[in-house]
């Protein structure tokens, strides 16, 4: 069974570093290992759910991969819900600073005053409104089934953070998780309670020290639960 897979970096984020995009670790390995089959990750460090909906119009890979996949995996959305201080066309906008002396300088400043700016703005605004994450999400759902009806579409609930870069503030998170299940219910769409199952994990201090990513434990335990979620919906759609 093939998996393709949208997502952010908590697909391929390990307890030190970035992994490559099949490390066995990983949870989207894990789940293809479960099923039998293999998975395809299209990815990337901080992606939202627009990145996701960026890449199912413009990516190859994307197209190439959908005529293969036996489920559609949209493990975004908890990017999303991050403060951020600066809007993100500013934020994303530092790496095309030159010369390279003033690029660094800028984001060494930003980077250590974002902890500052998330805790004193309450966390907003955030990486991608709710409002927003649920659109872009049903825009992903409608365009993968006027080209794969009946294509088998699971999501994620946002994770949680303790991560210091933000202040340990995650106030967009609510909102977040509720647009989320409005999407899920209106498309059918069962969702992967992350925070039920990597919770402690990162609360607890356990996974990778940003506060954000996770331990193999936890990449364990996730790609385990996503099989066996991905067998009772193909169990439900063949009854």
Known sequence: ???LVLGDSLCFHGPVGPL????????????????GGASELIAGFGWTARDAWWAVTGDPRFWAGLAKADVLVLAVGGMDTL??????????????????????????????????????FGGRPVALPASLTERYLD??????????PGLP??????????????????TGRPAGEA?????GVR????????????????????????????GFDAHRAVGQALADMVRRRLDH???
């Open 1 to 3: 069974m093939n998996l």
């Open 20 to 35: 490559a995009a099949d490390d066995p670790r990983l949870w989207p390995s894990v789940a293809a290992g479960e099923l």
């Open 83 to 120: 403060p951020s201080p600066l809007p993100t066309y500013l934020r994303e906008g530092l790496r095309y600073l030159r010369p390279d002396s003033l690029r660094r300088r800028v984001r060494a400043a930003y980077l250590a005053a974002q902890p500052h700016l998330s805790r004193l």
């Open 139 to 148: 825009d992903c759902v409608r365009a993968v089934r006027t080209l794969r």
């Open 153 to 170: 579409v699971v999501g994620f609930v946002p994770a949680v953070h303790r991560a210091a870069v933000y202040g340990y503030v995650h």
């Open 179 to 183: 647009a989320v299940r409005r999407w």
């Open 187 to 214: 498309h059918d769409v069962p969702l992967l309670d992350l925070p039920g199952l990597i919770g402690d994990h990162v609360l607890g201090g356990h996974g990778n020290p940003d506060g954000i990513h996770w």
């Open 237 to 239: 759609i063949s009854t």
